[in-house]
Nanobody
Framework: QVQLVESGGGLVQAGDSLRLSCVASGRTFSGASMGWFRQAPGKEREFVASILWSDYSKVYADSVKGRITIARDNAKNTVYLRMNTLKPEDTAVYYC????????????WGQGTQVTVSS
């Protein structure tokens, strides 16, 4: 079992920046990638960004490309999501996730951290 704990969310104004953190722990974690998803009230969860453990390659959703940076710190077992130039449409609960196979589902999920962007 892998546990993921997100932090760093909060209330900000449009144009501000935030850095979200996700700390991973557990005996079985060997995920092929870790990713960030978000879910706004009444909407489906959507992909934001991911990073492969093997070669550090990154993938970003078109909606956030240019404003988002995903990174990891192996020493701290932590993956980060830096969000710049935040917009009200970025308001959502942000979830950290991990998966063993790059072609499979994300198997492990955190509890989420709320990001609210006011105009």
């Amino acid at each position: 079992q892998v546990q993921l704990v997100e932090s760093g969310g909060g209330l900000v104004q449009a144009g501000d920046s935030l850095r979200l953190s996700c700390v991973a722990s557990g005996r079985t974690f060997s995920g092929a990638s870790m990713g960030w998803f978000r879910q706004a009230p009444g909407k489906e969860r959507e992909f934001v960004a991911s990073i492969l453990w093997s070669d550090y390659s990154k993938v970003y959703a078109d909606s956030v490309k240019g404003r988002i940076t995903i990174a990891r710190d192996n020493a701290k077992n932590t993956v980060y999501l830096r969000m710049n130039t935040l917009k009200p449409e970025d308001t959502a609960v942000y979830y950290c996730a991990a998966r063993i196979s790059s072609n499979g589902p994300y198997e492990y999920w955190g509890q989420g951290t709320q990001v609210t962007v006011s105009s």
